[in-house]
């Protein structure tokens, strides 16, 4: 099997490793150990914000360069929050260099490069605590979020003031470090120009009543909405100036999208009653690599686990699935009882028409929980080389992973839907 190779991480660490190289041989030699080490860790915080700055455009060219979304979204919360500690390195490290290997304060040579830092500083770190903070409401830590782009503005005059001390902007690692701030401002107007875009334009024509749920129907207003998605892709869903992720819930290729919205938050709660037909949205997308199939070119042996809102992905399948298929799947549904699974009776009757496809309850509330033992008999009768497709809260996937460990890493697919820490 050929392994696609993705060009993003590889074109970055070679960046990374260029820029601590260019630290080593150019700022250490000329200021000393301390100060280059203090460069460094500044270099390398401004390359991360750059680096996360591009990680949160909403373009096909992440996916392409990166993999699925939902994975480089994870990567972008793990460098966020990585950041603040490389950065805080640099700020106990710059005022001790200068103290002991130039003999002199910071104060001494007060420069605009001083309060621009601390600026940038204090504005980026608050941008990041806040994103962790579960008191925020989703809407405000969106505007906030906005924030890190604010702070790399500033902190990108703070390095072009202060780095004369250190290097040349003209040497490799001033060239580095240039292209780093083309990255990180060019993916600042990105997302500015597509928060104002907000989207392809559609218009709600049907919406459903699930259960704990709405399903709304959406039409593209122009000739051409987004481009046509696979099965189990999500999109970008802006109503009522926010935006949410959500997993497109009609079958694959299909004009009219379907997406499900259940109650999760003030917005979603005030969707249940707020959205209408005519309403008017936007979307972006489609995203995503968690596209179970079904068919002739399907794997033989499927395992399908939908925990919650979980089940979208695979309503998308089955909803274009053939009667007919070259393999067999079961569903498993982990839910409290049957009036907590959002169209239970449309899964059932598509189980009952499709001899390939087995719908397996696991309600708590008949005693059937999806425990440990559950998922270990689960394991126990399946033939080898069954693909396994989890989605649904982040305790219940993790929990069925630690259970198929002895299943090949290639063969368990896991939907990373929580997009924010909550």
């Known amino acids: ?57 909403r373009r096909p060219i992440l996916e392409k360069l990166f993999g699925p979304l939902d994975r480089v979204y994870a990567a972008h919360r793990v460098i966020g929050t990585s950041i603040v500690g490389v950065l805080g390195v640099h700020v106990v490290l710059i005022p001790i260099a200068s103290a002991v290997e130039r003999g002199e304060s910071l104060l001494d040579n007060l420069s605009v490069a001083i309060p621009l830092g601390v600026l940038g500083t204090f504005l980026l770190v608050g941008s990041i605590m806040l994103a962790h903070s579960r008191k925020v409401p989703y809407d405000r830590w969106q505007r906030v979020h906005m924030a890190t782009g604010g702070a790399f503005l500033v902190l990108t005059l703070h390095m072009v003031i202060a780095a004369s001390g250190w290097f040349s902007l003209a040497s490799p690692m001033g060239g580095l470090l240039g292209g780093f701030a083309l990255l990180g401002l060019g993916s600042f107007v990105v997302r500015l120009v597509d928060k104002a875009r907000g989207g392809a334009r559609y218009t709600v024509v049907e919406t459903l009543k699930r259960e704990r749920g709405l399903e709304v129907v959406l039409r593209p207003e122009e000739a051409r909405g987004i481009a046509p998605h696979r099965a189990g892709q999500f999109v970008f869903l802006t109503a009522n100036d926010e935006t949410h992720p959500f997993t497109v819930t009609s079958a694959a290729g299909v004009e009219q999208l379907s997406v499900l919205i259940r109650s999760s938050g003030d917005w979603t709660d005030r969707a249940q009653t707020g959205l209408a037909v005519a309403d008017r949205v936007r979307v972006d997308g489609p995203f995503g690599a968690f596209t179970p199939s079904v068919g002739v070119d399907a794997p033989p042996h499927q395992v399908w686990i939908a925990g919650g809102a979980g089940i979208t992905p695979f309503l998308s399948v089955l909803r274009g699935s053939p009667e007919v298929s070259g393999g067999q799947v079961e569903l498993v549904i982990a839910a409290r009882h049957a009036g907590d699974v959002p169209c ?56 069925v992973e630690r259970r198929l460990q002895h299943v090949p890493d290639a063969r368990v697919h896991r939907e990373l839907y929580q997009w924010r820490k909550r």
Do not use: Q
Not at 25 to 51: C, H, K, R
Not at 360 to 373: E, V
């Open 1 to 57: 099997m050929l392994l696609r190779v993705r060009w993003g991480p590889f074109v970055l660490v070679s960046a990374f490793v260029g820029l601590a190289a260019s630290v080593l041989f150019l700022a250490v030699p000329a200021s000393g150990w301390l100060t280059g080490l203090a460069v460094l860790a500044g270099a390398v915080a401004y390359a991360m914000m750059a680096t996360n700055l591009f990680l949160a455009i």
């Open 344 to 399: 239970w009776d449309e899964l059932s009757t598509l189980a009952s028409t499709r001899s390939w496809l087995t719908l397996t309850p696991a309600f708590s509330a008949r005693g059937g929980r999806l425990d440990d033992d559950a998922v270990d008999r689960l394991v126990a009768g399946k033939p080898e080389g069954t693909e396994w497709y989890l989605c649904g809260p982040v305790g219940l996937t993790a929990m």
